[in-house]
């Protein structure tokens, strides 16, 4: 009977007595490769070679304007708008698509159209705006695959404020839509907010402030609801720096959204609503919130239990917000749903707001705790003192904190799609100048390898260097990648990771490789070259061990320059943890090595062999960030074979912990002797059941080819995560 039990399974996770048990179950921390294998082309009703841009590219965007400006004032009988314009809702539902964007590691926003799925679909801070969604639904069934959800939510946004009055900054389409929850970045992402929020307020009680959403934005009823506009004020500016918004973004984005629309807590949410859309009946269609006090809707809707609107003309562009922020005095009251905000001490104003519903009726002007901020810190209070002062100025930081907020996490500007992309180039967007040089010829890149492989330069020195400049990519925002070489440009050229002093060796020998074949009347960038010595390296050391292989190569790729560069928004991109290269920062990484290699991978688009064949390939052509010789599995390191995993899985060796913390030491059973060194992301090959299954396809007799070229294509796909060009 006891043997039977699995040894050490406490079924420490969650699943339902009926529901089949994953392994993470009983072994919580066996290593789960499932971020790797999602998002899978299958889920994708489009099919594989569905090109979204090319059917967005069809559309007619100023009818597709239009059509949703018509909606935003066809108020519907199950959802009657607001002061009969549903724009304000819209621009809330436009925010909080994008703003889930966070710096830290790229994830979130508005791309993939993940408001569509839970958990987003049902997070207390998306409060009813399974209905936003739902009223664009003719839209998207008009305009069916050549209009994404995602572009549609911030679209909406636009035409929103457009509808209202407002110039906005621009619109670029080309946010493809997932077709499932993004497991991958919702799940870590639980413990990343642990570690991050300490500052911030982590135990919100009320909708809007749920746990889950310290990310997006902070309680509008102050730090863990007290009402402290100073103490709220330190919270914003974490929450919106962690959204890449400095403080002027952050008093015109807060200002310029609350100049719109109003709150909604007619009723206390625990006597009339029911549960969010991940929970409700099937009955409900996937809608969730559901009311059942009054109306249920209108003047008796419940949302995030604050109550009321901002200005005295909610759907309008105006400065009334700073205005009113400014140039009254607030005292705190409570709303009928018993949440705290703030109204103006002079109660002549109190009835100068209209009501979103009930004619001749008129109300007070609000202000959330969190409103109050910019007034109390003096920081946000000098700016809104000079956006009231100059409206021009406010509209065109609104403006563009906006476009900002909605366009941050599509890469650059290389996948914006429409007419309304603005010209203007600006510095978050990572620039690369256009590289106009012809292609290269096939004997041009043959003429170039030669060229560098001249130069002395070691297969891992090239290696290494075309690996730093390309795996900079995440996909999460679609920035970094080797275009633009911004390795050679700081921070990236001084990152430990890097190996600076190599780097700047490395740097040198191809920038005269560059200036000799330049003088002619061609001309190669300096990012192609470091792509280029990859490949030059990679067949060399194929040949070596018996495989002709050519690595492909495209050329195009353009040089960035430091000013187009935000030294500090790049120092975001730094790997805490690659395991390709045998790197890790304990103090920075927030997961375990192997885990970490998961992220990376997931962040570079990597499937489970392709993650493998590389590790593989890396360890033996020298690719360790140190020079280290942990994992490398072989006698002739710089030859390219399958030699890591031929002696990984071989019984000979005997693995055991070492006494340096994260090593391990590979004894010769015979002999006692240590053969081989190995960090936890060189023995989870051999460990993890399913990755040792791919190790040990590599580890064939007959697998040496098929290895090589596998590790080619990988790695050939890594160097072109960023050429959105092709
Ligand atoms: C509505 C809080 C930032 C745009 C609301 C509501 C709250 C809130 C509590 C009421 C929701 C409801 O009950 O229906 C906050 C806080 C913020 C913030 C605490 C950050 C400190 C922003 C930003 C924007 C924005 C940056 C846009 C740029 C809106 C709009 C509405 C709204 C347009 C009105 C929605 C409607 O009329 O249905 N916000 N918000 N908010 N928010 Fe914000």
């Known amino acids: 009977q006891e043997m039977s039990k699995p040894q050490g399974a406490m079924g420490k996770g969650s699943v339902q007595a009926g529901q089949a048990k994953p392994n993470t179950f009983w072994w919580p921390d066996q290593l789960d490769l499932s971020p790797l294998r999602d998002h899978d082309n299958r889920s994708n009703p489009f099919g594989e070679d569905f090109d979204y841009a090319k059917e967005f590219n069809k559309l007619d965007l100023a009818q597709v304007k239009k059509d949703i400006d018509s909606v935003l004032t066809d108020s519907q009988d199950w959802w009657p708008a607001d002061f009969g314009n549903y724009g304000p809702f819209f621009i809330r539902m436009s925010w909080h698509s994008a703003g889930t964007y966070r710096t830290l590691d790229g994830r979130g926003g508005g791309d993939g159209g993940q408001m569509r799925f839970d958990p987003l679909n049902s997070w207390p801070d998306n409060g009813n705006l399974d209905k936003a969604r739902r009223l664009l639904w003719p839209i998207k069934q008009k305009y ?11 679209l909406a946004g636009n035409v929103a404020l457009e509808n209202m009055g407002f110039q906005t900054f621009g619109f670029a389409g080309g946010r ?23 500052d911030a307020d982590g135990k ?29 004020a330190k919270n914003i500016r974490l929450a919106f720096g962690r959204m890449a918004m400095n403080d002027e973004e952050t008093v015109a984005l807060i200002a310029g959204g609350h100049t719109f629309g109003k709150m909604h807590g007619a009723h206390k949410p625990g006597d ?48 009334l917000y700073l205005s009113n922020l400014l140039n009254f005095e607030w005292k705190q009251t409570r709303s009928p749903a018993g949440a705290i905000q703030w109204i103006p001490t002079d109660e002549s104003l109190h009835k100068s707001v209209p009501d979103a519903h009930v004619d001749g009726k008129f109300n007070p002007p609000v202000m959330t705790t969190a409103d109050l901020a910019l007034k109390a810190d003096p920081a946000y209070k000098a700016i809104a003192e000079r956006f009231l002062a100059n409206p021009e100025e406010y509209r065109l930081a609104f403006a563009k904190a906006w476009f900002k907020l909605t366009h941050r996490d599509m890469g650059p500007r290389a996948n914006y799609l429409g007419k309304e992309v603005p010209e203007e180039v600006l510095i978050w967007q990572d620039p690369i100048p256009e590289n106009t040089a012809k292609p290269l010829s096939g004997g041009e890149v043959k003429k ?37 070489a911004r390795i050679a440009l700081a921070p990236q050229n001084s990152w430990d990771v890097n190996n600076p002093d190599q780097l700047n060796k490395v740097l040198g020998k191809l920038k005269d490789v ?15 070259l470091i792509v280029l010595g990859g490949a030059a390296a990679i067949e060399q050391a194929a040949k070596k061990g018996g495989v002709d292989i050519t690595v492909p190569f495209v050329s195009g790729r353009g040089d960035a320059k430091q000013e187009h560069t935000d030294v500090v928004s790049f120092d975001l991109l730094k790997p805490t943890a690659d395991a390709f290269r045998n790197y890790y920062d304990e103090t920075n990484s927030y997961r375990p090595p192997t885990e970490m290699l998961v992220d990376k991978a997931d962040q570079l688009n990597l499937t489970v062999p392709e993650l493998t064949a590389l590790i593989g390939g890396m360890r033996v052509l020298g690719g360790n960030w140190d020079g ?29 912990k070492a006494d340096t913390a994260g090593l391990y030491e590979g004894f010769d059973r015979k002999t006692g002797e240590v053969k081989y060194t190995a960090t936890p992301v060189d023995l989870i090959f051999g460990s993890n059941s399913e990755l040792r299954a791919i190790a040990e396809v590599y580890a064939f007799d007959n697998a040496n080819e098929h290895f090589v070229n596998d590790f080619v294509d990988a790695w050939v796909k890594v160097m072109q995560l960023d050429r959105f060009d092709l």
């Open 272 to 319: 009339c609503v029911g549960a969010e859309p991940g929970a409700a009946g099937i009955e409900e269609q996937g809608l969730g919130w559901k009311n059942k006090c009054g109306k249920g809707h209108s003047e008796d809707t419940v949302t995030s239990g604050l109550e009321g609107a901002w200005t005295q003309a909610p759907t309008k562009w105006t400065s």
């Open 176 to 198: 493809n839509d997932d077709w499932e929850p993004d497991l991958v970045y919702w799940g870590p992402e639980v413990a990343m907010l642990a570690s991050d929020r300490e």
């Open 448 to 484: 170039l390898k030669k060229a560098i492989l001249d130069t002395g330069l070691t297969t891992a020195e090239l290696v290494q260097t075309a690996w730093a400049s390309a795996s900079t990519f995440r996909a999460g925002d679609m920035r970094g990648g080797a275009n633009g």
């Open 204 to 232: 919100l009680q009320r909708p809007l402030g749920a746990t889950h959403m310290g990310l997006i934005y902070v309680n509008p009823e102050g730090p863990r609801g007290v009402p402290d506009p100073a103490g709220s």
């Open 628 to 656: 280290s010789s942990h994992g490398v599995f072989t006698d002739n390191p710089g030859t390219l074979n399958n030699h890591f995993f031929v002696n990984l899985l071989d019984m000979a060796t005997q693995w055991r």
């Open 514 to 528: 560059q200036r000799s074949f330049n003088s002619g009347k061609k001309s190669v960038s300096l990012a192609d």
């Open 144 to 154: 069916g695959k050549g209009l994404s959800w995602a572009d549609l939510m911030i």
